[in-house]
């Protein structure tokens, strides 16, 4: 089964159309202002607007409001709304307005972090995404290059869906695919120059590892 990928924090035209050309199943869009990917409304619509159909459009919210989500959904047509914030019930509340297909990050540092998943596989949600957890008291939920132990996701049984995220990069995409069987993976910072600004060149690499994974 091929292994998809998504592109996240995109917010220049050259970083999406290197995604798309790569073969990117996803891309990502950033609504959180401290944050280097945040995005207007404005420049996520104009974006949006490149991506073809079949390419799903995420929005990445942390603990929104309803009055930005609907925003966000309106600007950039989102299909999905990958959520990290702490409030399990906000995300039952959000799941249960039609049109939602729900990710929720689940940040993992040891072993019993993975169980968490189960907690919100019960809402449902469509996806989990494991993804490294961020040292206490971070500004940032995510999109910081940290990883987990990956060696935890070998063999473990899944309640949901899942993406494997935190600290991907071209060089370690395959390995990381090969040690967790993940089906889908998703890379931010791991594909950046610098904080925010994407390298087309380690998107245009970073997929090809993974289609060759």
Not at 14 to 34: R, T
């Amino acid at each position: 089964m091929r292994v998809s990928a998504k592109i996240c924090g995109i917010t220049t035209p050259e970083a999406l159309d290197a995604a798309l050309k790569g073969g990117a199943s996803h891309v990502g869009f950033v609504f959180f202002p401290p944050s280097p990917r945040h995005l207007s409304f404005d420049r996520a619509r104009a974006l949006a607007a490149r991506v073809p159909d079949h390419v799903g459009k995420v929005g990445v919210f942390v603990d929104p409001d309803n009055a930005l989500v609907e925003a966000a959904r309106e600007a950039a047509g989102l299909r999905h709304l990958q959520l990290h914030g702490t409030e399990f019930t906000r995300i039952a509340e959000l799941n249960a307005r039609p049109g939602n297909s729900i990710w929720a990050a689940v940040p993992v540092r040891r072993a019993s972090d993975l169980d968490e998943g189960a907690r919100y596989a019960a809402i449902p949600v469509d996806r989990i995404l494991y993804d490294a957890k961020t040292p206490d008291g971070a500004l940032l939920p995510g999109g910081m290059g940290l990883r987990f132990d990956w060696e935890m996701l070998r063999g473990y049984r899944h309640p949901c869906d899942w993406a494997l995220a935190g600290g991907l990069t071209p060089e370690n995409v395959a390995p990381a695919i090969q040690v967790t069987g993940a089906r889908m993976v998703d890379v931010s910072s791991g594909v950046e120059s610098a904080p925010g600004v994407k390298d087309v060149d380690k998107i245009a690499a970073f997929l090809k590892a993974v289609a060759l994974s």
